[in-house]
Nanobody, 114 residues
Framework: QVQLVESGGGLVQPGGSLRLSCAASGSIFSIYTMAWYRQAPGKQRESVAT???????TYTSSVKGRFTISRDNAKNTVYLQMNSLKPEDTAVYYC????????WGQGTQVTVSS
């Protein structure tokens, strides 16, 4: 089972940038499609971006062109570069495999506010 630890969140002004990291345990990390998810207050958790083991990526429409998902299989880490952040990006961000297991990390809070 893969264990996941997210980091890199914080408070940022609209238009700012953040880079999230997700460190995964387990020697078979490289075979999984990985994904970033987010959950805003009062809303369901949603998928934001996915990346296959061969680094093919997909994005939900609301972040396309602003967010970039990447991975470093040698470091068992997946990243989410978030640019041009908007208040509606405020949420707790999680990583997991795709499709997700029931085991979630603690997430990292991203707050976009002036």
């Amino acid at each position: 089972q893969v264990q996941l630890v997210e980091s890199g969140g914080g408070l940022v002004q609209p238009g700012g940038s953040l880079r999230l990291s997700c460190a995964a345990s387990g020697s078979i990390f490289s075979i999984y499609t990985m994904a970033w998810y987010r959950q805003a207050p009062g809303k369901q958790r949603e998928s934001v971006a996915t990346i296959t083991r061969n680094s093919i990526t997909t994005y939900t429409s609301s972040v396309k062109g602003r967010f970039t998902i990447s991975r470093d299989n040698a470091k068992n880490t997946v990243y989410l570069q978030m640019n041009s952040l908007k208040p509606e990006d405020t949420a707790v961000y999680y990583c997991n495999i795709w499709p997700p297991t029931s085991s979630w990390g603690q997430g990292t809070q991203v707050t976009v506010s002036s």
